[in-house]
Protein backbone atom coordinates (compact mmCIF):
# COMPACT_ATOMS: atom_id res chain seq x y z
CA UNK A 1 0.00 0.00 0.00
CA UNK A 2 1.33 3.45 -0.84
CA UNK A 3 2.27 6.01 2.59
CA UNK A 4 -0.41 8.10 3.43
CA UNK A 5 0.86 11.91 4.55
CA UNK A 6 -1.39 11.80 7.28
CA UNK A 7 0.36 11.67 10.30
CA UNK A 8 -0.55 8.56 12.31
CA UNK A 9 0.32 6.78 15.69
CA UNK A 10 2.23 3.72 15.49
CA UNK A 11 0.19 1.62 16.65
CA UNK A 12 -3.12 2.75 14.69
CA UNK A 13 -5.79 0.36 13.32
CA UNK A 14 -7.20 3.27 11.21
CA UNK A 15 -4.41 3.17 8.29
CA UNK A 16 -4.54 4.11 4.62
CA UNK A 17 -5.04 -0.18 4.18
CA UNK A 18 -8.30 0.31 6.61
CA UNK A 19 -10.22 3.25 5.52
CA UNK A 20 -13.89 1.71 6.53
CA UNK A 21 -16.85 4.21 6.66
CA UNK A 22 -18.79 5.86 8.65
CA UNK A 23 -21.36 8.80 9.46
CA UNK A 24 -21.30 11.53 12.05
CA UNK A 25 -21.89 15.11 12.91
CA UNK A 26 -20.36 18.22 14.55
CA UNK A 27 -21.15 20.25 17.63
CA UNK A 28 -21.01 22.89 15.38
CA UNK A 29 -23.52 21.40 12.95
CA UNK A 30 -25.53 18.64 15.26
CA UNK A 31 -28.35 18.42 12.38
CA UNK A 32 -25.83 17.79 9.17
CA UNK A 33 -24.71 13.84 9.14
CA UNK A 34 -22.77 13.21 6.43
CA UNK A 35 -19.90 10.17 5.39
CA UNK A 36 -17.34 10.00 6.74
CA UNK A 37 -13.76 7.70 6.70
CA UNK A 38 -11.33 7.12 9.27
CA UNK A 39 -7.64 7.60 8.68
CA UNK A 40 -5.71 7.64 12.48
CA UNK A 41 -6.79 9.78 14.59
CA UNK A 42 -8.92 11.91 12.11
CA UNK A 43 -12.35 11.88 10.27
CA UNK A 44 -12.11 12.90 6.65
CA UNK A 45 -15.14 14.83 5.25
CA UNK A 46 -15.82 12.75 2.29
CA UNK A 47 -18.02 14.80 0.36
CA UNK A 48 -16.19 17.70 1.27
CA UNK A 49 -12.82 15.91 0.02
CA UNK A 50 -14.47 15.48 -3.34
CA UNK A 51 -15.67 18.62 -4.10
CA UNK A 52 -12.13 20.22 -3.17
CA UNK A 53 -10.15 18.17 -5.53
CA UNK A 54 -13.18 18.69 -8.28
CA UNK A 55 -14.31 14.59 -8.05
CA UNK A 56 -17.90 13.28 -8.44
CA UNK A 57 -19.37 13.74 -4.97
CA UNK A 58 -22.86 12.48 -5.62
CA UNK A 59 -22.60 8.98 -3.46
CA UNK A 60 -19.85 10.89 -0.77
CA UNK A 61 -21.94 14.11 -0.42
CA UNK A 62 -24.96 12.57 1.81
CA UNK A 63 -26.45 11.91 4.93
CA UNK A 64 -25.98 8.23 5.04
CA UNK A 65 -24.44 5.49 3.36
CA UNK A 66 -26.69 4.20 1.64
CA UNK A 67 -26.23 5.82 -1.73
CA UNK A 68 -22.75 4.45 -1.47
CA UNK A 69 -24.15 1.19 -0.57
CA UNK A 70 -26.62 0.85 -3.48
CA UNK A 71 -23.78 1.97 -5.91
CA UNK A 72 -21.97 -1.52 -6.34
CA UNK A 73 -19.00 -3.28 -6.52
CA UNK A 74 -17.71 -0.85 -9.23
CA UNK A 75 -18.00 2.29 -7.40
CA UNK A 76 -17.25 1.01 -4.11
CA UNK A 77 -13.93 -0.22 -5.84
CA UNK A 78 -13.47 2.91 -7.57
CA UNK A 79 -14.34 5.09 -4.73
CA UNK A 80 -11.68 3.74 -2.10
CA UNK A 81 -9.11 3.92 -4.95
CA UNK A 82 -9.85 7.94 -4.62
CA UNK A 83 -9.80 7.97 -0.83
CA UNK A 84 -6.39 6.24 -1.68
CA UNK A 85 -5.00 8.29 -3.81
CA UNK A 86 -6.41 11.60 -1.77
CA UNK A 87 -4.58 10.67 1.76
CA UNK A 88 -1.38 9.98 -0.48
CA UNK A 89 -0.47 12.03 -3.09
CA UNK A 90 1.51 15.13 -1.44
CA UNK A 91 -0.05 17.54 -4.38
CA UNK A 92 -3.10 16.77 -2.88
CA UNK A 93 -2.48 17.75 0.49
CA UNK A 94 -3.23 21.01 0.90
CA UNK A 95 -6.84 20.95 -0.83
CA UNK A 96 -7.73 17.26 1.09
CA UNK A 97 -6.15 18.57 4.54
CA UNK A 98 -8.49 21.43 5.69
CA UNK A 99 -11.46 18.39 5.59
CA UNK A 100 -9.85 16.27 7.98
CA UNK A 101 -11.46 16.22 11.54
CA UNK A 102 -10.10 15.19 14.76
CA UNK A 103 -12.35 11.96 15.97
CA UNK A 104 -12.64 12.95 19.25
CA UNK A 105 -14.61 16.01 17.41
CA UNK A 106 -17.39 14.34 16.42
CA UNK A 107 -20.30 11.90 17.00
CA UNK A 108 -20.84 9.07 14.96
CA UNK A 109 -24.36 8.05 14.23
CA UNK A 110 -26.11 5.09 12.75
CA UNK A 111 -24.03 5.04 9.04
CA UNK A 112 -26.92 3.27 7.50
CA UNK A 113 -30.69 2.86 6.92
CA UNK A 114 -31.22 -1.03 8.04
CA UNK A 115 -33.61 -2.49 5.65
CA UNK A 116 -33.93 -6.10 7.39
CA UNK A 117 -31.82 -7.78 9.96
CA UNK A 118 -30.74 -11.59 9.95
CA UNK A 119 -28.96 -13.30 12.92
CA UNK A 120 -27.50 -16.05 12.16
CA UNK A 121 -26.49 -18.87 14.37
CA UNK A 122 -23.17 -20.04 13.37
CA UNK A 123 -20.49 -20.73 16.04
CA UNK A 124 -20.63 -24.60 16.44
CA UNK A 125 -19.03 -24.33 19.83
CA UNK A 126 -21.42 -21.41 20.95
CA UNK A 127 -24.63 -24.17 19.80
CA UNK A 128 -22.94 -26.72 21.37
CA UNK A 129 -22.47 -25.15 24.68
CA UNK A 130 -26.07 -23.90 24.50
CA UNK A 131 -27.10 -27.92 23.61
CA UNK A 132 -25.25 -28.87 26.67
CA UNK A 133 -26.61 -26.42 28.63
CA UNK A 134 -30.51 -26.65 27.64
CA UNK A 135 -30.29 -30.96 26.89
CA UNK A 136 -27.43 -32.22 29.39
CA UNK A 137 -26.85 -36.33 28.19
CA UNK A 138 -28.10 -35.42 24.98
CA UNK A 139 -26.49 -34.59 21.17
CA UNK A 140 -25.82 -30.85 21.92
CA UNK A 141 -26.33 -29.95 18.05
CA UNK A 142 -29.57 -30.41 16.53
CA UNK A 143 -30.05 -32.66 13.38
CA UNK A 144 -29.75 -29.83 11.18
CA UNK A 145 -26.97 -27.64 12.35
CA UNK A 146 -24.38 -28.95 10.40
CA UNK A 147 -26.79 -29.18 6.89
CA UNK A 148 -27.76 -25.55 7.04
CA UNK A 149 -26.91 -21.76 9.03
CA UNK A 150 -29.49 -21.45 11.20
CA UNK A 151 -31.09 -17.97 11.48
CA UNK A 152 -34.01 -15.54 12.06
CA UNK A 153 -35.22 -12.83 11.18
CA UNK A 154 -34.79 -9.72 13.76
CA UNK A 155 -36.25 -6.86 13.70
CA UNK A 156 -34.26 -3.80 11.61
CA UNK A 157 -36.31 -0.75 14.24
CA UNK A 158 -34.41 -1.65 16.69
CA UNK A 159 -30.95 -1.63 15.24
CA UNK A 160 -29.61 1.03 16.85
CA UNK A 161 -25.89 2.91 17.08
CA UNK A 162 -22.80 1.88 19.65
CA UNK A 163 -23.14 4.04 22.85
CA UNK A 164 -27.11 3.69 22.39
CA UNK A 165 -28.29 2.85 25.91
CA UNK A 166 -30.04 0.03 26.51
CA UNK A 167 -33.13 0.16 28.39
CA UNK A 168 -33.75 -3.39 30.32
CA UNK A 169 -36.88 -5.11 28.28
CA UNK A 170 -40.18 -6.00 30.13
CA UNK A 171 -41.83 -9.45 29.02
CA UNK A 172 -43.06 -12.94 29.93
CA UNK A 173 -41.02 -14.93 31.88
CA UNK A 174 -41.62 -18.48 33.56
CA UNK A 175 -38.72 -20.53 35.18
CA UNK A 176 -39.60 -24.29 34.96
CA UNK A 177 -40.05 -24.28 38.92
CA UNK A 178 -43.07 -21.99 38.01
CA UNK A 179 -46.68 -22.81 37.93
CA UNK A 180 -47.94 -20.08 35.58
CA UNK A 181 -45.86 -17.24 33.76
CA UNK A 182 -45.30 -13.69 34.94
CA UNK A 183 -44.21 -10.55 33.89
CA UNK A 184 -41.89 -7.90 34.77
CA UNK A 185 -38.24 -6.99 33.65
CA UNK A 186 -35.86 -9.67 32.26
CA UNK A 187 -33.90 -11.09 35.51
CA UNK A 188 -31.06 -12.51 32.34
CA UNK A 189 -30.48 -10.30 30.11
CA UNK A 190 -27.37 -11.17 28.49
CA UNK A 191 -25.04 -10.10 25.40
CA UNK A 192 -23.93 -12.17 21.90
CA UNK A 193 -20.58 -11.03 20.40
CA UNK A 194 -21.40 -11.04 17.00
CA UNK A 195 -19.93 -10.16 13.27
CA UNK A 196 -22.14 -8.11 11.11
CA UNK A 197 -22.69 -8.10 7.04
CA UNK A 198 -23.37 -5.02 5.54
CA UNK A 199 -24.97 -5.26 2.27
CA UNK A 200 -24.94 -3.01 -0.50
CA UNK A 201 -26.06 -4.38 -3.71
CA UNK A 202 -29.53 -5.92 -4.09
CA UNK A 203 -30.84 -8.61 -5.85
CA UNK A 204 -34.04 -9.54 -7.65
CA UNK A 205 -36.70 -11.20 -6.06
CA UNK A 206 -36.88 -14.98 -7.19
CA UNK A 207 -33.35 -15.28 -8.00
CA UNK A 208 -30.34 -16.81 -5.21
CA UNK A 209 -26.95 -15.22 -4.34
CA UNK A 210 -24.50 -18.05 -5.20
CA UNK A 211 -21.59 -18.35 -2.93
CA UNK A 212 -19.68 -16.63 -5.90
CA UNK A 213 -21.37 -13.29 -5.88
CA UNK A 214 -20.86 -12.92 -2.19
CA UNK A 215 -18.71 -10.04 -2.81
CA UNK A 216 -20.71 -8.56 -5.05
CA UNK A 217 -23.57 -7.76 -2.77
CA UNK A 218 -22.22 -7.35 0.83
CA UNK A 219 -20.57 -3.60 1.32
CA UNK A 220 -18.99 -4.30 4.88
CA UNK A 221 -18.32 -6.01 8.22
CA UNK A 222 -18.97 -4.12 11.25
CA UNK A 223 -19.42 -5.40 14.84
CA UNK A 224 -22.81 -6.13 16.61
CA UNK A 225 -24.02 -7.03 19.95
CA UNK A 226 -27.42 -8.89 19.87
CA UNK A 227 -28.49 -8.38 23.38
CA UNK A 228 -30.64 -11.49 24.75
CA UNK A 229 -33.43 -11.28 27.38
CA UNK A 230 -32.94 -14.89 27.86
CA UNK A 231 -35.72 -15.74 30.45
CA UNK A 232 -38.01 -14.06 27.95
CA UNK A 233 -36.58 -16.15 25.20
CA UNK A 234 -36.67 -19.17 26.63
CA UNK A 235 -40.65 -19.04 27.83
CA UNK A 236 -41.59 -17.73 23.88
CA UNK A 237 -39.24 -19.18 21.14
CA UNK A 238 -40.77 -22.63 20.88
CA UNK A 239 -41.92 -23.51 18.64
CA UNK A 240 -41.57 -20.13 16.52
CA UNK A 241 -38.44 -19.11 17.29
CA UNK A 242 -36.90 -15.92 19.08
CA UNK A 243 -39.32 -12.65 18.97
CA UNK A 244 -39.49 -10.38 22.06
CA UNK A 245 -36.40 -11.68 23.96
CA UNK A 246 -34.29 -10.55 21.17
CA UNK A 247 -36.09 -7.54 19.32
CA UNK A 248 -35.58 -4.58 21.95
CA UNK A 249 -32.16 -3.60 20.62
CA UNK A 250 -29.22 -4.38 18.67
CA UNK A 251 -26.14 -2.90 18.65
CA UNK A 252 -23.70 -2.37 15.86
CA UNK A 253 -20.53 -0.56 15.74
CA UNK A 254 -20.53 3.04 13.69
CA UNK A 255 -17.62 1.96 11.50
CA UNK A 256 -18.22 -0.31 8.43
CA UNK A 257 -14.98 -2.09 7.02
CA UNK A 258 -14.81 -2.55 3.55
CA UNK A 259 -14.32 -5.95 2.41
CA UNK A 260 -11.41 -4.94 0.07
CA UNK A 261 -9.59 -4.47 3.85
CA UNK A 262 -9.43 -7.60 4.53
CA UNK A 263 -7.79 -9.63 2.04
CA UNK A 264 -5.30 -10.68 4.64
CA UNK A 265 -7.71 -11.60 6.76
CA UNK A 266 -9.02 -14.22 4.61
CA UNK A 267 -8.88 -17.93 5.78
CA UNK A 268 -10.34 -21.44 5.23
CA UNK A 269 -13.05 -22.19 7.14
CA UNK A 270 -12.70 -25.35 10.28
CA UNK A 271 -13.03 -28.86 8.18
CA UNK A 272 -16.46 -29.66 7.66
CA UNK A 273 -17.72 -33.20 8.58
CA UNK A 274 -20.81 -33.54 7.10
CA UNK A 275 -21.23 -32.89 3.21
CA UNK A 276 -22.53 -29.56 1.98
CA UNK A 277 -25.25 -29.61 -0.41
CA UNK A 278 -24.04 -28.10 -3.58
CA UNK A 279 -25.23 -24.73 -3.15
CA UNK A 280 -23.34 -24.02 0.73
CA UNK A 281 -20.13 -26.42 -0.97
CA UNK A 282 -16.94 -23.73 -0.29
CA UNK A 283 -14.76 -25.92 -0.98
CA UNK A 284 -13.11 -25.41 -3.93
CA UNK A 285 -13.91 -21.95 -3.90
CA UNK A 286 -12.43 -18.74 -2.48
CA UNK A 287 -12.43 -19.11 1.36
CA UNK A 288 -14.79 -16.12 3.19
CA UNK A 289 -13.56 -17.34 6.70
CA UNK A 290 -12.25 -14.54 8.45
CA UNK A 291 -9.48 -14.24 11.06
CA UNK A 292 -11.30 -11.36 13.04
CA UNK A 293 -9.66 -11.49 17.02
CA UNK A 294 -12.58 -10.16 19.13
CA UNK A 295 -12.12 -8.47 22.73
CA UNK A 296 -15.35 -8.46 25.03
CA UNK A 297 -15.18 -5.97 28.19
CA UNK A 298 -17.56 -5.65 30.63
CA UNK A 299 -17.31 -2.08 33.19
CA UNK A 300 -13.91 -2.39 31.25
CA UNK A 301 -12.56 -5.76 32.41
CA UNK A 302 -11.82 -8.29 29.50
CA UNK A 303 -13.75 -11.12 29.83
CA UNK A 304 -13.59 -12.78 26.53
CA UNK A 305 -11.46 -13.20 23.33
CA UNK A 306 -13.68 -15.26 20.72
CA UNK A 307 -11.83 -15.66 17.76
CA UNK A 308 -14.16 -15.18 14.44
CA UNK A 309 -12.11 -17.63 12.65
CA UNK A 310 -13.55 -20.86 14.15
CA UNK A 311 -16.92 -19.70 13.13
CA UNK A 312 -18.75 -23.17 11.67
CA UNK A 313 -20.36 -20.83 8.47
CA UNK A 314 -19.25 -18.43 6.73
CA UNK A 315 -20.77 -15.23 5.37
CA UNK A 316 -20.82 -16.32 2.18
CA UNK A 317 -22.95 -19.16 2.99
CA UNK A 318 -25.24 -17.38 4.97
CA UNK A 319 -26.09 -15.31 2.50
CA UNK A 320 -25.94 -18.02 -0.12
CA UNK A 321 -28.59 -19.90 2.20
CA UNK A 322 -30.70 -16.72 3.11
CA UNK A 323 -31.77 -16.24 -0.72
CA UNK A 324 -31.25 -19.47 -1.64
CA UNK A 325 -35.48 -19.45 -1.22
CA UNK A 326 -35.32 -16.49 -3.90
CA UNK A 327 -35.99 -13.78 -1.36
CA UNK A 328 -34.36 -10.56 -2.51
CA UNK A 329 -31.94 -8.09 -0.45
CA UNK A 330 -31.99 -4.65 -0.76
CA UNK A 331 -29.25 -2.00 0.21
CA UNK A 332 -29.25 -1.80 4.06
CA UNK A 333 -29.75 -5.39 4.48
CA UNK A 334 -28.14 -6.46 7.67
CA UNK A 335 -27.01 -9.86 8.50
CA UNK A 336 -25.24 -11.18 11.85
CA UNK A 337 -23.10 -13.94 12.60
CA UNK A 338 -24.96 -15.22 15.33
CA UNK A 339 -22.33 -15.45 18.99
CA UNK A 340 -18.76 -15.74 18.18
CA UNK A 341 -17.38 -18.57 20.75
CA UNK A 342 -14.35 -20.40 20.56
CA UNK A 343 -13.30 -23.68 22.20
CA UNK A 344 -11.87 -22.47 25.39
CA UNK A 345 -13.62 -21.25 28.07
CA UNK A 346 -12.03 -17.51 27.69
CA UNK A 347 -13.36 -17.39 24.26
CA UNK A 348 -17.01 -17.32 25.03
CA UNK A 349 -19.00 -14.77 23.34
CA UNK A 350 -22.26 -14.35 25.84
CA UNK A 351 -22.74 -15.06 29.33
CA UNK A 352 -24.81 -18.25 29.41
CA UNK A 353 -21.92 -19.35 28.42
CA UNK A 354 -19.11 -17.52 30.08
CA UNK A 355 -21.34 -17.87 33.80
CA UNK A 356 -22.78 -21.50 32.37
CA UNK A 357 -26.44 -20.18 32.97
CA UNK A 358 -25.35 -18.51 36.01
CA UNK A 359 -23.95 -21.92 37.85
CA UNK A 360 -20.56 -20.31 37.87
CA UNK A 361 -20.20 -16.32 37.82
CA UNK A 362 -18.09 -14.36 36.93
CA UNK A 363 -15.85 -12.62 38.99
CA UNK A 364 -14.82 -8.83 38.72
CA UNK A 365 -11.79 -7.00 39.76
CA UNK A 366 -14.35 -4.81 42.03
CA UNK A 367 -15.07 -8.34 44.05
CA UNK A 368 -18.36 -8.20 42.07
CA UNK A 369 -19.86 -11.11 40.75
CA UNK A 370 -22.58 -11.27 37.50
CA UNK A 371 -24.17 -14.21 36.24
CA UNK A 372 -26.20 -11.84 33.71
CA UNK A 373 -26.38 -8.20 32.96
CA UNK A 374 -27.10 -5.47 36.05
CA UNK A 375 -28.41 -2.22 35.63
CA UNK A 376 -25.62 0.23 34.86
CA UNK A 377 -23.20 -1.90 33.53
CA UNK A 378 -21.74 -1.58 30.61
CA UNK A 379 -20.50 -3.79 27.83
CA UNK A 380 -17.79 -3.28 24.87
CA UNK A 381 -17.18 -5.27 22.04
CA UNK A 382 -14.14 -4.23 19.84
CA UNK A 383 -12.01 -6.21 17.13
CA UNK A 384 -9.19 -6.01 14.97
CA UNK A 385 -7.43 -8.08 11.74
CA UNK A 386 -4.87 -8.70 10.08
CA UNK A 387 -3.43 -6.20 7.75
CA UNK A 388 -0.45 -5.86 4.57
CA UNK A 389 2.80 -5.60 5.74
CA UNK A 390 2.24 -6.54 9.74
CA UNK A 391 -0.86 -3.73 10.29
CA UNK A 392 -3.65 -4.02 11.95
CA UNK A 393 -7.68 -3.48 10.75
CA UNK A 394 -9.67 -1.76 13.38
CA UNK A 395 -12.99 -1.83 13.39
CA UNK A 396 -14.06 0.84 16.12
CA UNK A 397 -16.37 -0.98 19.05
CA UNK A 398 -19.56 -1.24 19.93
CA UNK A 399 -21.01 -0.03 23.13
CA UNK A 400 -23.83 -0.27 25.03
CA UNK A 401 -25.27 0.87 29.15
CA UNK A 402 -27.60 -0.71 30.98
CA UNK A 403 -30.74 1.27 32.02
CA UNK A 404 -33.38 0.36 34.38
CA UNK A 405 -36.28 -1.45 33.04
CA UNK A 406 -39.59 1.40 32.62
Given at each position: ?89 PELRASIEPHLIPRREVVLRLPFEVADY ?68 TRRLDIEAEVGFVVGAGSELGTPVGLAD ?178 RIGFGEVSGRILAAR
Amino acid sequence: MPTTWVPLPTDTVYGIDNLPYGVFATDREPDRPRVGVAIGDFVLDAGAAAHAVGAPADVLDAPSLTELMAAGRATWTAVRASLTTWLTDPELRASIEPHLIPRREVVLRLPFEVADYVDFYASEHHASNLGRIFRPGSEPLTPNWKHLPIGYHGRAGTVVVSHTPIVRPSGQRKAPTDAVPSFGPTRRLDIEAEVGFVVGAGSELGTPVGLADFADHVFGVCLVNDWSARDIQAWEYVPLGPFLGKSFATSVSPWIVPLEALGVARVAPPARDVEPLPYLDDRTGEPWGLDLALEVRLNGHLISRPPFAAMYWTAAQQLAHMTVNGAALRPGDLFASGTVSGPEADQRGALIEITWNGENPLKLPDGSTRTYLEDGDEVTITATAPGPNGTRIGFGEVSGRILAAR
